[in-house]
C-alpha cells in the first residue's frame, strides 16, 4: 500500500522558489534558439524614465558589427543601413554569437542602468544609434535643386 504523504512532505510555503533566468530572453531582449530564424533586430531604447522607442532593422541591412571587452565593460557596434548602433554592457559575447548566427531579434536597453552580478546575464547599460551617412542619392535624382547625371 503507498505511503500517505505527512505535513513534512508537502512543499513549505515560506520557502522560496529558486528559479533559474531564461538563456534565451530577459530584461535584456530576446535570443531565438533556432539559427537563421530572426528576420528583423529590434531595438528599445529609453527615451525618458517613462517612454520607450523603437527601432527595427531587416537583417539584410546588417553590414557588420564589432565587439570589444575590457576588465569591466564591453561593447557591440553594429552597422545597420545608415545607423551606427552602439551598446554598453555586460554579457555581450552571447548578443555577438546570436547575431552570428541570425538568431538576435531583440535589444532591450535597461531601464536603471544595473549592472547584474549574476554570472552569464546579459546586461544592456545603454544603446546608442547615431546616423553614419545620409542614403546616397538614386542617379537621375534631384539633389539638393540640381541633377545627378549618370557617367
Do not use: C, H
Amino acid at each position: 500500500m503507498p505511503k500517505l504523504k505527512g505535513p513534512q512532505d508537502l512543499p513549505n510555503e515560506s520557502t522560496p522558489v529558486v528559479s533559474k533566468p531564461d538563456p534565451w530572453s530577459g530584461p535584456w531582449g530576446k535570443i531565438n534558439p533556432l539559427p537563421q530564424s530572426a528576420q528583423t533586430l529590434r531595438l528599445y531604447k529609453r527615451a525618458s524614465s517613462s517612454t520607450e522607442e523603437s527601432f527595427s532593422y531587416p537583417y539584410r541591412s546588417l553590414s557588420s558589427w564589432q565587439w570589444r571587452r575590457e576588465l569591466q565593460e564591453e561593447e557591440l557596434k553594429i552597422e545597420a543601413g545608415p545607423d551606427a548602433i552602439t551598446i554598453r554592457g555586460k554579457g555581450l559575447g552571447r548578443l555577438v554569437d546570436a547575431l552570428d548566427t541570425g538568431a538576435l531579434e531583440i535589444v532591450r536597453e535597461s531601464s536603471d542602468g544595473a549592472v547584474s552580478s549574476v554570472e552569464n546575464i546579459i546586461v544592456v547599460q545603454s544603446l546608442i544609434i547615431e546616423k553614419m551617412r545620409q542614403p546616397q542619392s538614386v542617379i537621375g535624382e534631384e539633389t539638393e535643386g540640381r541633377r545627378v547625371k549618370a557617367e
